[in-house]
């Protein structure tokens, strides 16, 4: 299953989750550069349990060097598509996460969630000689605190099947939960073997559950409320799902469609998705400038099939977003 996009706006722009995402593309081109030292490299700033269990290595490190790994680890990628996966997942989930929390409090989240899957993973593969790198873990923890926060709202979501790819949204609780138990199933397979520290993935997630409860008992700071104000969004969804419903024998069907003051006021396009069953219908809307809240917009043929092979026409009610 490959997340597309999830049904929940963040009101904030993701300041953050951004840097994150930025600073993991960042390091990944230090890693490009550093050719043939790259093993050393992954094994200098990598998680290895050896380093810390075995006291003929741990002897030839200091405190900090035996600290940082715990940090730079979550940082480091082993390719280009483990990069990928991860800032993607990063990008779908961590924007609403960080909406919740604000950003100082996101921020210690994630480092949180990274710094006790590093620890479940040492835990569980005490011995081991073979660095854990990737964000994996801390993106594990604010996919947990995501399926705390929002477990009403829908993934969109791509499930390739032999030739056919078709996108369905699935609820957020289902397709996290789907993504633990395999972890979990995975990690038990393994018996901690192979190149994925599933364990590090599981520690995250549950960490990242107990650790969103914590952050939620302390209050925002004023910096932080400054800070949100700065960075409210003054744009909705550019994509968008709607769900027509239809009344009675009224060829026609209704639906609403969110946007913000500003796009009311400055006009917008927005790219809808109806869903037929397993098809999904997509085009793409131009919503004028001075549109009012309440306002209609027709888009013809669209509606229900009638007799003869005619199509009724498609209404869309203007909501408009405080």
Same mark, same amino acid.
């Given at each position: ?58 002897? =030839?490190?200091? $405190? #900090?060097?035996?600290? /940082? ?5 979550? /940082? ?15 990008? @779908? ?18 480092? $949180? ?7 479940? =993973?040492?835990?569980?593969?005490? !011995? ?28 969109? &979501?791509? @499930?390739?099947?032999? /030739? ?11 397709? $996290?939960?789907?993504?633990?138990? /395999? ?17 590090? =993935? ?32 003054? &744009? ?15 060829? =026609? ?12 006021? !400055? #006009? ?13 219908? &997509?085009?793409? $809307? ?22 003869? #092979?005619?199509? #009724? ?10």
């Amino acid at each position: 299953m490959i997340p597309l996009r999830d049904n929940i706006r963040s009101k904030n722009y993701p300041v953050i989750n951004t840097t994150i995402i930025v600073l993991n593309v960042f390091v990944f081109f230090i890693e490009l550069a550093q050719g043939q030292e790259l093993s050393q490299f992954i094994f200098t700033y990598g998680l290895v349990p050896a380093r810390y269990s075995i006291p003929s290595i741990s002897s =030839h490190f200091t $405190l #900090g060097q035996q600290l /940082f790994p715990f940090l730079s680890f979550m /940082f480091l990628h082993g390719g280009f598509i483990h990069l990928l996966g991860n800032m993607w997942s990063l990008y @779908i989930f961590g924007d609403n996460v960080e909406d919740k929390l604000g950003p100082f409090r996101y921020l210690l989240f994630y480092l $949180l969630c990274g710094f006790a899957s590093g620890a479940s =993973h040492l835990v569980l593969n005490w !011995n081991s000689q073979m660095p854990t790198i990737g964000a994996s873990g801390a993106i594990a923890g604010v996919m947990g605190a995501y399926m705390i926060l929002y477990p009403r709202s829908r993934v969109l &979501t791509l @499930i390739p099947f032999f /030739f056919f790819f078709p996108i369905v949204e699935i609820p957020a609780v289902f397709f $996290l939960g789907i993504w633990f138990i /395999f972890q979990f199933l995975s990690a038990a397979a393994s018996g901690g073997q192979g190149g994925i520290a599933w364990w590090a =993935h599981i520690g995250g997630f549950i960490f990242g559950i107990i650790f969103l409860r914590l952050l939620l008992l302390f209050k925002r700071t004023s910096e932080a409320g400054k800070v949100r104000r700065i960075t409210k969004k003054k &744009t909705s969804h550019r994509m968008q799902v709607i769900r027509p419903v239809s009344l009675g024998q009224d060829p =026609h069907r209704y639906a609403t469609i969110s946007i913000t003051r500003t796009e009311a006021l !400055n #006009g917008t396009g927005k790219l809808v998705n109806i869903p037929e069953g397993y098809k999904k219908r &997509t085009f793409k $809307l131009i919503i004028p400038p001075g549109t009012s809240e309440g306002s209609k917009l027709r888009l013809s043929g669209l509606g229900r099939e009638l007799d003869g #092979g005619e199509r #009724g026409d498609l209404f869309l009610k203007v909501q408009i977003e405080d």
